[in-house]
């Protein structure tokens, strides 16, 4: 099968991935997986590569090379390890799509690879774009590469885009579920538990992104990406509040018209277009039933319940490296949160204790970014330790 294109999936174990290799599996004419990587769960990876027979499989945890190794090497798959193998997997001449399904930080140097060597890639990684969004777009219009999104936002963005002028685009207006304490009080936010937080009332997605959706961090996340993405005035981008998660996105246009793109909250869907490089695969199921639901609501964001929204027009204004330090500082508490060391009300504080702390960088270098992301990580690690010492001594 020659027309076959190879996909390197860079986070293949994780919600976006496994996704993506079933996507490879209803089309197995269309794509092949060329290239599998994951951080940690060797197990996992394993097993992929068993099924899917990838050429080249990728560990990023160097400790896990040799079980992965010996599992795979018999099989005639290539197996390599370290964060440097990861990057270089995505430039490889046998890889023609890359889906970058990582989650955080981490995506930033897989998907500049994938940039340098022109590939068409599939972005999921939304930190990417947020961390260090005007590095990768000067990047993009120098080389071929073209990006299609998966983050189902922009993918609905990126959908009433098509066959639309630039200039007579007035507003993106980008969507929000509410996560699962939509409803909740200002004081009732402090006790929430991981496990309430992880509970998301429409999407099935990891645990990172599933807390950023409890806090609408992630929405703020998808602002900066939308910023990017679409090369937008970040006064003309929205977020409103719509529960029922139908609506994946919409952009209102100088005539009034707005267009919306619709569907179930399946994010098969966003990767099936992604994957297709914008051309619709059809599929057996998984149609939405207008008929069946009540209503399709809509409401305003409230920055003062969730100030972490707030962050996205902060990090815009402020410019340089400030939405890095941002989403630095938000790994460490999100991280800090699920392992019950703070208060789900302290991730917005720790952001911005982190954002007054650390150095400003107004026009930052990719080395930059990298210092501005350990420094930030280090100032935010070190404020979790001094606010526990605060609360354990005031009991
Ligand atoms: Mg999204």
């Given at each position: 099968m020659?027309?076959?294109?190879?996909?390197?999936?860079?986070g293949?174990?994780g919600?976006?991935?496994?996704q993506?290799?079933?996507?490879?599996?209803?089309?197995?004419?269309?794509?092949?997986?060329?290239?599998?990587?994951a951080?940690?769960s060797?197990?996992?990876?394993i097993?992929?590569?068993?099924?899917?027979?990838?050429?080249?499989?990728?560990?990023?945890d160097?400790g896990l090379?040799?079980p992965?190794?010996d599992a795979?090497?018999?099989?005639?798959?290539?197996?390599a390890a370290?964060e440097?193998?990861?990057?270089?997997?995505?430039a490889?001449?046998?890889?023609?799509?890359?889906?970058?399904a990582?989650?955080?930080?981490?995506g930033?140097?897989p998907?500049?690879e994938?940039?340098?060597?022109?590939?068409?890639?599939?972005?999921?990684?939304?930190e990417?774009?947020?961390?260090a969004g005007?590095?990768i777009?000067?990047?993009l219009?120098?080389?071929g590469a073209?990006i299609i999104?998966?983050?189902?936002e922009?993918?609905?963005?990126?959908?009433?885009?098509?066959g639309?002028?630039t200039?007579?685009v007035?507003?993106?207006i980008?969507?929000?579920s509410?996560g699962?304490?939509?409803?909740f009080?200002?004081?009732?936010l402090?006790?929430?538990?991981?496990a309430?937080?992880?509970?998301h009332?429409?999407?099935?997605m990891?645990?990172?992104i599933?807390?950023?959706?409890?806090?609408?961090?992630?929405?703020a996340?998808?602002?900066?990406e939308?910023?990017?993405?679409?090369?937008?005035?970040?006064?003309?981008?929205?977020?409103?509040?719509?529960?029922q998660?139908?609506?994946?996105?919409m952009?209102e246009f100088?005539?009034?018209?707005?267009?919306a793109?619709?569907?179930?909250p399946?994010?098969?869907?966003?990767?099936r277009?992604a994957?297709g490089c914008?051309k619709?695969?059809?599929?057996d199921?998984?149609f939405l039933?207008?008929?069946d639901?009540?209503?399709?609501?809509?409401?305003?964001?409230d920055?003062?319940?969730?100030?972490c929204?707030?962050y996205?027009?902060?990090?815009?204004?402020k410019?340089?490296?400030?939405?890095?330090?941002?989403?630095?500082?938000?790994?460490?508490?999100?991280e800090a949160?699920?392992?019950?060391r703070?208060?789900?009300?302290?991730?917005?504080?720790?952001i911005a204790?982190?954002?007054?702390k650390?150095?400003f960088?107004?026009s930052?270098?990719?080395?930059?970014?990298?210092?501005t992301?350990?420094e930030?990580?280090?100032?935010?690690?070190?404020?979790?330790?001094?606010?526990?010492?605060k609360?354990h001594?005031?009991?």
């Amino acid at each position: 099968m020659t027309n076959q294109k190879r996909i390197a999936i860079i986070g293949s174990t994780g919600s976006i991935g496994t996704q993506t290799l079933e996507t490879i599996d209803t089309f197995p004419e269309l794509f092949k997986a060329q290239v599998i990587t994951a951080r940690r769960s060797a197990d996992l990876l394993i097993s992929q590569a068993r099924k899917h027979r990838p050429a080249l499989v990728v560990i990023a945890d160097n400790g896990l090379y040799q079980p992965v190794r010996d599992a795979l090497t018999p099989l005639g798959i290539e197996v390599a390890a370290g964060e440097k193998a990861i990057a270089e997997a995505a430039a490889r001449d046998d890889v023609d799509t890359v889906v970058t399904a990582t989650v955080g930080y981490s995506g930033l140097e897989p998907t500049m690879e994938a940039i340098r060597s022109g590939k068409e890639i599939a972005l999921a990684n939304k930190e990417t774009l947020v961390v260090a969004g005007e590095l990768i777009t000067r990047m993009l219009s120098r080389s071929g590469a073209r990006i299609i999104p998966v983050d189902s936002e922009h993918s609905a963005i990126y959908q009433c885009l098509v066959g639309e002028a630039t200039e007579s685009v007035n507003k993106l207006i980008i969507t929000a579920s509410g996560g699962p304490f939509r409803t909740f009080e200002k004081e009732r936010l402090a006790s929430v538990s991981p496990a309430d937080a992880l509970r998301h009332p429409n999407w099935q997605m990891g645990a990172k992104i599933t807390i950023d959706s409890a806090t609408m961090m992630n929405k703020a996340f998808e602002i900066i990406e939308a910023r990017w993405l679409f090369d937008i005035a970040p006064e003309r981008i929205e977020a409103v509040i719509h529960p029922q998660s139908i609506i994946h996105s919409m952009v209102e246009f100088t005539d009034g018209a707005v267009k919306a793109q619709l569907g179930v909250p399946d994010m098969k869907l966003p990767i099936r277009y992604a994957l297709g490089c914008a051309k619709r695969l059809p599929v057996d199921n998984g149609f939405l039933s207008l008929s069946d639901m009540s209503a399709l609501t809509f409401e305003k964001p409230d920055t003062d319940r969730f100030p972490c929204l707030g962050y996205a027009r902060l990090a815009l204004e402020k410019k340089g490296n400030s939405a890095c330090i941002i989403n630095a500082a938000n790994e460490i508490a999100v991280e800090a949160f699920l392992k019950g060391r703070i208060r789900f009300t302290d991730i917005p504080e720790l952001i911005a204790y982190s954002l007054d702390k650390v150095s400003f960088i107004p026009s930052p270098t990719y080395t930059e970014y990298v210092a501005t992301n350990a420094e930030a990580r280090n100032v935010a690690s070190d404020h979790i330790s001094d606010l526990n010492i605060k609360r354990h001594s005031t009991i």
